[in-house]
Structures are given as C-alpha cells and as structure tokens.
Nanobody, 123 residues
Framework: QVQLVESGGGLVQAGGSLSLSCAAS?????????MGWLRQAPGKEREFVAG????????FYADSVKGRFTISRDNAKNTVTLQMNTLKPEDTAVYYC???????????????WGQGTQVTVSS
C-alpha cells in the first residue's frame, strides 16, 4: 500500500512563499510512480496543480500556477516538493500529494493520496 504524508502548509500573506513536502513511508518507493499535487478549495471540486514524471525529467502545471509553482522530486529520499511563490488568496486550499502509475493531469488518474495539508493565503 502506498502511504503519502504531506507537510509544510500554513498561513502566509499574499505575495509570500511556502514549500510543501510529501514523504512516502513504509514500503512505498515513489520512484515507481508519477507524482502530483492537487488542491481543493472550500465549495469547489478538487483540481490538478502540478505533476512530475517518474524520473523527474518532465513536469507539467495547471495554467493558474505556471511560473509561480515548481514541483520537484528526490527519489533517493522518497520525497516530492511543491515550491509555491507569489501566492495569491485564490491559492487557498487543502493541498494533496498523490501518486499515479502514469503521469496525468486528471484527478481520477491518481491512485493513491495523502491526507492533505491546509494552505491559507491572506490578502
């Protein structure tokens, strides 16, 4: 079973930065999976934010975060990071780390999910 744990969420002012981390635990080795970050704001559906291929050689982003967010991975450390810069109030959401067998921007393409971490951006 794939076990993912997010950390690094919190409260930040608009224009600020946060770094989210996702660690795989137990017998989980993320090198076998494409990884992604998705988010869900209150009253809204969960949406794709950023994804990265198994080797880290390919990354892809939602238009709303391009140029502001960067996804990266360290397979040796079994971690995935989302660096978020120039944050906006509309980035406020619960952010989820997820694993997929094939790199995808589709919510339903992810097979395993973490419990989520709250990011709140104040104006």
């Amino acid at each position: 079973q794939v076990q993912l744990v997010e950390s690094g969420g919190g409260l930040v002012q608009a224009g600020g930065s946060l770094s989210l981390s996702c660690a795989a635990s137990g017998r989980t080795f993320i090198r076998s999976y494409a990884m992604g970050w998705l988010r869900q704001a209150p009253g809204k559906e969960r949406e794709f934010v950023a994804g990265i291929g198994r080797s880290g050689g390919s990354t892809f982003y939602a238009d709303s975060v391009k140029g502001r967010f960067t996804i990266s991975r360290d397979n040796a450390k079994n971690t995935v990071t989302l660096q978020m810069n120039t944050l906006k109030p509309e980035d406020t959401a619960v952010y989820y780390c997820a694993a997929a067998r094939i790199a995808t921007m589709r919510n339903d393409g992810y097979d395993y999910w973490g419990q989520g971490t709250q990011v709140t951006v104040s104006s």
